[in-house]
């Protein structure tokens, strides 16, 4: 009866059009009121308690490198490295929007951020080269969820500090899936564009795809340095955080020096917002996940779920079912938030690598952002893209079934996650 008065009430309340945040609190008291442990200090407890944790600090500073990263000319420059090289090729826009989704992960972090950032400038001249605007609006929609995939990611923060695995290791893992996920789509990209008549603009000579190349170094250092930075034990992941927001800081002012100081308040305002969106539904979530526990819905769920412990395959598929059907109403971070405490005991006790589950989890719920109706980069896209949401779902779906593909190919094999991450770590 808990979990129909949890569920119940989340569902409800967010039926009603509340933002998730306050849903997740309203859902919480509903369950406190019915355990009759309701106590607004316990609620403010939890709410500060959500919000104070080094870990998440890296969270705002993740944030605010991709706004200077925009607002400083990196963003551009990567964009331009990449047209040097596809350019000339037939749907050559395509590619460099799948080269730069995969760049453009190792900056930010953000599914949102670099959908947003990407579709602005390559939405319009895919468009004006006579490609189709739906499929590429769906294009920049699917590639812009490598960023959560590929280091540095702000949802393997939140898993990582809601689980208690390991962030670093999360980041390493992350690296040869994403990069799965930008092959996949060129292969798919290949086959859907091979007949259109697009065009195709003239091939770069090697002195100015060197030149291209040497503009977008800085910006290409940004994520080696942070891997290796990782790797190296030098900084922790709230630290790396702090270093690529002063490096893309002194890249954007000194080097490329298209960042003002007067443009410095209104990047730290952008970074604000989403930062007290994002910690915001945080707090609120610990609310949540410290009722859970009480009301010890992980041991109902383990209940539910034993007969599939035995076969840690069987277990995997039946939790990835749930959360792509979640996905489609709920955005990635509260899912996490509140399905990461109520599922981990079950994959501990199956036997299942807890860093191998945070990949599938997460990428599971970054395939969630481009599902309707919820899905916030399928939105984000729609508003860039100026279409509607049925028309982006005609042009998106063969990119989103390779991703669940890939998301399967994974789940039936771990070592395509494990095998790299022990090499690397």
């Not at 944030?63 to 490295?81: H, P």
């Not at 923060?157 to 809601?162: A, D, L």
């Not at 690529?244 to 007067?262: D, N, S, T």
Request: proline fraction near 6%.
């Amino acid at each position: 009866m808990t979990l129909v008065v949890f569920a119940g009430s989340l569902l409800a309340v967010m039926a009603l059009g509340m933002p998730i945040a306050l849903a997740l609190l309203v859902s919480g008291v509903a369950l406190m009121i019915f355990l009759g442990l309701f106590d607004s200090q316990i609620i403010a407890q939890n709410l500060i308690n959500g919000a104070n944790s080094f870990p998440m600090m890296a969270v705002p500073f993740f944030i605010l490198a991709g706004e200077l990263m925009n607002a400083g000319g990196i963003s551009s420059r990567i964009i331009n490295f990449a047209m040097s090289i596809f350019g000339h090729i037939r749907g050559g826009l395509g590619y460099v929007a799948i080269l730069a989704s995969v760049l453009f992960a190792g900056l930010s972090g953000s599914a949102v951020a670099d959908t947003a950032a990407l579709g602005a400038i390559l939405i319009p001249m895919m468009i004006k080269a006579g490609y189709d605007r739906n499929r590429s609006t769906g294009l920049i929609a699917a590639g812009g969820i490598i960023a959560p995939i590929i280091p540095p990611s702000i949802p393997f923060i939140i898993f990582g500090v809601t689980s208690g695995v390991s962030i670093t290791k999360l980041f390493m893992a992350g690296i040869v899936p994403g990069l799965l996920i930008g092959i996949g789509l060129m292969v798919t990209w290949w086959l859907v564009v091979r007949k259109d008549d697009v065009k195709v603009f003239p091939r770069k000579t090697p002195r100015e795809i060197w030149q291209a190349g040497r503009q977008a170094i800085w910006a290409l250092m940004l994520p080696v340095i942070i891997i290796a930075g990782l790797r190296g034990g030098i900084f922790t992941p709230t630290e790396a955080a702090v270093v690529a927001a002063f490096y893309a800081l002194i890249v954007g002012l000194f080097i490329y020096r298209e960042l003002k100081l007067g443009q410095l308040y209104k990047v730290l305002v952008a970074a604000a917002k989403t930062t007290s969106t994002v910690m915001f539904l945080v707090a609120a979530a610990m609310v949540t996940a410290w009722l859970i526990t009480v009301a010890n819905i992980p041991d109902l769920m383990n209940h539910l779920l034993a007969p599939l412990i035995e076969h840690p395959l069987l277990l995997l598929l039946a939790i990835n079912a749930l959360v792509l059907l979640v996905g489609t109403a709920m955005d990635s971070t509260p899912t996490i938030l509140i399905l990461t405490p109520v599922l981990m005991p079950i994959v501990t006790a199956a036997g299942i690598d807890p860093v191998y589950f945070g990949v599938i989890f997460v990428l599971n719920n970054c395939i969630g952002l481009l599902t309707p109706p919820v899905g916030t980069v399928l939105n984000v896209a729609c508003g860039v893209g100026k279409i509607g949401l049925e028309d982006i779902m005609k042009g998106i779906w063969p990119f989103l079934l390779v991703e669940v593909l890939i998301l399967l190919l994974l789940i039936l094999f771990p070592s395509i996650v494990l095998v790299p991450l022990k090499w690397i770590m």
